[in-house]
């Protein structure tokens, strides 16, 4: 455990935890759009932006991005000083300029006191602000259908060459993850289209309903957590029914037998 | 051939001095990329074929070098005679048989080869008494067009190995750590980190494997000092990381060469070949316990890749983002492993530091930046090149000594150094002493050690707006305030180019970038305001004549310049021609007009008029 | 256009099958086909088992890298600081002009491809083009025009 102090309370925190983490445990609140447990963090954003000194450091303080800055001894964390606020709004006022549209970033930057970009706003600006979440959870599963291609602010995301990918399942973990809303699919009966990609969504075996399942989730479930060959053939209600009926015959025959 | 010992070295170096001594004449051909281009190969090559009718006592093909640069590249191709060193600049390959049959064979000197000098008009016969030579000092371009890069046996010959030979045989990898953190050498690639300090750091991690990598990226546009060195004197980076990869106890390392080099990656790789061949690569080094071996990673075009984390994503093969790092790379760098990375001109000053000394080294420059820098002067200056001067020398100095002024003798006004991450600073700084510190101190830096030098008729609010038009391409687009921030910040300053901007935006484009600086993520970010906050500071008064008057002092920005014809025109035609727009008319030799709706401003008819007949306004 | 990748093993195997070695096999890929067709980014992939979506990226993110068809002749204009402030702008206007395109395309007769390039390391002879891997310094406006065999 190490001991801080964040906006002048001293705290405890286990060693190696990230700042971002021990601040928000303290119900302060920070935004961070690149942050998600199931990745590393990334450092994209910028937003989680904190301001750091010592005793030591005689006045002198420094600015780091909260989800990569391990917890230290000693360490006087300021969460909402005039400059880290400035940082953020600034950031958040680039975004505001870069996907005018995004809802997501409308309402942050409102909390900050920002209702309209003072920068030149990109009208076509789409709502994807690259924090990588997306490709990062792609690539954690394996699959890597989708990367960044190009750089800078021609820097988007993709499949390669803006083609249907092989590997793509078809799961959209990254519209899940994405925190502006950006990547969409259409589902339409047992059909799902992400990433220019058409697929057949599997039917419950008993009602017919769509399990939200592509054939190739199913093969990568099975094949990475050895499930029994028929547990994703039927949904949610039917199995929750089947388990019903099941008892109820145990009911039955059990009367049988008295 | 495998050097075990080092009795075997020292053979090899006098089988070299022995069979030079037969010589009575040399020819030394620069053959670095600016000589070439104004056609050395082929100098060397008429140097082959009348050698081939001729046969000369004391002088064969042999003794005819295809040198490294020697940084007089303006006056290319560059032909030195020694002993004597007589200097020829601007040969053609129709001269060799006279140089051969006058020079080589008499000794005899051509007046009409020789260099003039600017100042006084005088012919110069000698090179060390050109200027731009007589000011400097070559520790580390020593061997910069003396030796031919591509062969091993002259750099032994030269001295070369002598170092690596002490460090191995005679010295403790501590001791060798000791002596370079006590020479003072601090890194050339830009920040001026403490070379020693980083390798005692690198050897004090606990780990299986460690990494020495050597940045040869080079991507300041406007430098090629690098690029010279790692041409004109591969070996000397080689033994440098040799001898860095036995301190801190490597056995792997990487040199990272930028792929706009073609010839430095030929030559780095035959010099790794042939130390291979010899042993002094590979498994058992000099026949000692020691292995290390080196590859060459080639970068595919991004400034980027200069940062270090980016730059070791890249030689691991993949996309060159750098990633945030509160644990450094020297304890986590390569494949998460312990690396030392340097760049080429820190390496190449490790082997005369173990040969000489710590207390030698330490004696150049000044206390806080011991020894010399080298840099590519480039610009409106008259003697363009690359030098080597001690640490300490002031800007005047280099620009006015080395460099010989400001072309056509225009005022001087302002010198960039530090290429997108440093700054301009103007006449009155120009007795500031050239060192890490200073610089730094001044709002510029000493960065890899480009440096141009700027006169009247460049814009600095163009300046600037060059840099981050160059910035905005090259960022890698990984954090926000560098992506959108720096792309802000270039509108902001195009809009003063082109006559719209406001003083209020001067005051925005400060507080921009002060949070870019703070917010971004690597130090493509962090600094890349630095050329515009270094504009706004010294030449405040160009960007309000820009904003109150929209007027472009220098005559650059497009939008707030007019170009005409004056009656100097002798209607010669010439600038029809060159003319995009289609804008020029006039009967021939009779004064040609510009019709201002079709001109779109580009200067070329200015660029190509031979009588002063185009002004600008 | 059916192209002839037999040669592509060959080249990867130069470099040891190694996924680390990737950007040089990028590149001497495009040296032997002058731009990276997505079949040989494809293959690629699959022999060094790297995913497509890496192979997609790094063609993307480094500069030296096409994914279109380039000309016969590759001029490229140096934008490095000494040949800016020496009138690269001009040069690059003219060759545009003369050709027709702007930077990063190439003609439509598929001779010439103009690149605009970041410092290419020859700054004592600003300004500077490449033609073809030949350097041309000290250029002019006409000097420049006279490096391209077209009218």
């Not at chain 1, 930057?109 to 924090?131: R, T």
């Not at chain 2, 301009?424 to 200073?438: A, E, I, K, Y």
């Not at chain 3, 890496?54 to 000494?82: E, W």
Request: net charge neutral.
């Amino acid at each position: 455990m190490v001991t801080l102090t964040i906006n002048g309370k001293q705290i405890k925190a286990p060693a190696g935890e990230m700042l971002l983490e021990t601040i928000r445990r303290q119900d302060i609140e920070i935004p961070a759009l690149c942050h998600h447990a199931a990745v590393e963090p990334f450092g994209a954003c910028r937003l989680c932006t904190v301001e750091i000194t010592r005793q030591s450091w005689d006045g002198w303080k420094n600015y780091v991005t909260s989800c990569l800055f391990p917890v230290e001894e000693g360490l006087i964390v300021q969460t909402h000083s005039s400059e880290v606020t400035r940082i953020r709004c600034t950031i958040l006022d680039l975004l505001l300029a870069s996907s005018p549209n995004s809802r997501v970033i409308q309402d942050l930057a409102s909390e900050y006191g920002i209702l309209a970009s003072s920068y030149v706003v990109d009208a076509a600006g789409d709502d994807c602000i690259l924090c990588g979440l997306c490709t990062r959870v792609c690539s954690e599963l394996g699959m890597n259908a989708i990367a960044t291609v190009e750089r800078g602010r021609l820097k988007k995301v993709d499949t390669p060459f803006s083609e249907p990918s092989a590997s793509c399942i078809g799961c959209t973990i990254c519209a899940q993850v994405c925190p502006t809303g950006h990547i969409r699919f259409e589902e339409r009966g047992l059909k799902r289209k992400i990433w220019y990609k058409e697929f057949k969504l599997i039917a419950c075996s008993e009602c017919g309903r769509s399990l939200k399942l592509t054939p190739e989730m199913k093969q990568y479930f099975s094949e990475r957590q050895q499930l029994p060959e028929d547990y994703l053939e039927q949904c949610a209600d039917c199995k929750q029914k089947q388990t019903v009926d099941r008892f109820n015959r145990i009911i039955d025959r059990s009367e049988e037998v008295i | 051939m495998c050097i075990k010992n080092s009795r075997q070295l020292k053979q090899v170096q006098r089988d070299f001095l022995t069979r030079d001594k037969q010589f009575t004449r040399k020819a030394l051909i620069c053959c670095g990329t600016g000589c070439l281009a104004n056609g050395a190969q082929a100098i060397v090559d008429e140097f082959r074929i009348v050698m081939k009718k001729k046969r000369i006592t004391g002088f064969s093909f042999e003794a005819v070098r295809s040198t490294g640069c020697h940084g007089f590249c303006e006056q290319g191709p560059l032909v030195i005679i020694e002993p004597e060193g007589i200097f020829y600049t601007k040969v053609k390959t129709s001269q060799v048989t006279d140089i051969i049959d006058t020079t080589i064979r008499k000794g005899v000197v051509i007046e009409r080869l020789l260099f003039t000098n600017p100042v006084d008009g005088q012919k110069i016969t000698h090179y060390p008494e050109v200027d731009f030579f007589t000011h400097q000092q070559r520790i580390v371009l020593r061997n910069l067009g003396k030796i031919a890069p591509h062969d091993i046996k002259e750099y032994i010959g030269n001295g070369g190995y002598a170092a690596l030979d002490k460090a191995l045989r005679r010295m403790q990898p501590q001791e060798v750590i000791d002596e370079i953190s006590r020479s003072g050498l601090r890194g050339r690639g830009g920040g001026g980190f403490s070379t020693g300090r980083k390798w005692q750091t690198c050897a004090d991690v606990e780990s299986e494997m460690r990494y020495v990598v050597c940045n040869g990226d080079e991507g300041d546009p406007g430098a090629f000092m690098d690029r010279s060195i790692m041409e004109g004197d591969p070996h000397a980076v080689l033994e440098g990381m040799i001898i860095a990869a036995y301190a801190v106890g490597a056995n792997q390392g990487y040199i990272y060469v930028r792929e706009e080099y073609p010839l430095a990656v030929i030559h780095v790789q035959k010099a790794i070949e042939d130390c291979r061949e010899i042993g002094l690569l590979g498994k058992n080094i000099f026949g000692t316990e020691f292995s290390f071996d080196i590859r060459i990673a080639r970068g595919a075009g991004a400034f980027v890749c200069g940062e270090s984390s980016a730059l070791m994503k890249s030689v691991a093969g993949e996309v060159g983002e750098p990633r945030a790092k509160y644990i450094r790379s020297v304890v986590k760098g390569l494949y998460d492993q312990p690396t030392v990375l340097n760049n080429v001109e820190t390496y190449a000053n490790v082997p005369i530091i173990i040969d000489k000394g710590a207390n030698w080294y330490c004696k150049i420059g000044t206390p806080k930046s011991a020894g010399t820098k080298v840099f590519s002067l480039v610009g409106k200056v008259r003697n363009t090149g690359l030098i080597e001067v001690p640490m300490g020398i002031t800007l005047r100095r280099i620009i006015f000594d080395v460099g010989g002024g400001i072309i056509d003798d225009r005022p001087f006004k302002a010198v960039q150094t530090g290429g997108p991450s440093g700054g301009c600073l103007p006449d009155s700084m120009l007795d500031l002493p050239v060192d890490f510190d200073t610089l730094t101190a001044n709002g510029s830096m000493m960065g890899s050690g480009g440096m141009i030098v700027m006169d009247d008729l460049t814009c600095m609010v163009d300046v600037a707006r060059y840099f981050l038009e160059f910035l905005v391409k090259e960022s890698c687009g990984k954090c926000v305030p560098c992506r959108e921030g720096l792309y802000q910040l270039h509108g902001l300053v195009q809009k003063v180019c082109a006559g719209q901007g406001s003083e209020q935006d001067l005051d925005r484009m400060e507080q921009l970038s002060e949070v870019i600086v703070r917010g971004s993520l690597c130090g493509l970010g962090q600094s890349g305001p630095n050329p515009l906050l270094s504009t706004l500071k010294y030449f405040r008064e160009e960007y309000l004549e820009h904003i109150l008057h929209r007027r472009c002092p220098a005559g650059v920005c497009r939008d707030l310049i007019i170009y005409t014809i004056n009656e100097k025109c002798t209607g010669c035609g010439a600038c029809v021609k060159p003319c995009a727009d289609v804008a020029i008319t006039g009967e021939k030799k009779k004064l040609h007009v510009i019709d201002q709706d079709k001109c779109t401003q580009c200067g070329a008819c200015m660029a190509v008029c031979n009588f002063d007949a185009v002004e600008v306004h | 256009m059916c192209q002839d990748f037999s040669r592509l093993p060959e080249i990867i195997a130069r470099h040891r099958q190694s996924s680390e070695s990737l950007i040089m096999i990028l590149q001497d890929i495009q040296q032997e086909y002058h731009y990276l067709p997505p079949e040989a980014l494809t293959l690629t992939a699959e022999t060094l088992a790297v995913p497509l979506s890496k192979v997609a990226s790094i063609a993307t993110f480094y500069n030296s890298f096409s994914l279109k068809p380039r000309g016969k002749n590759i001029v490229k204009v140096c934008l490095g600081t000494a040949c800016h402030i020496r009138g690269a702008r001009l040069i690059q206007d003219q060759l545009e002009h003369k050709l027709g395109i702007s930077a990063g395309e190439t003609t439509s007769d598929s001779e010439y491809t103009l690149e605009a390039v970041a410092c290419v390391g020859a700054c004592a002879m600003a300004p500077v083009v490449i033609v073809n891997e030949k350097y041309h310094g000290s250029l002019n406006v006409n000097k420049a025009a006279k490096l391209l065999k077209r009218k």
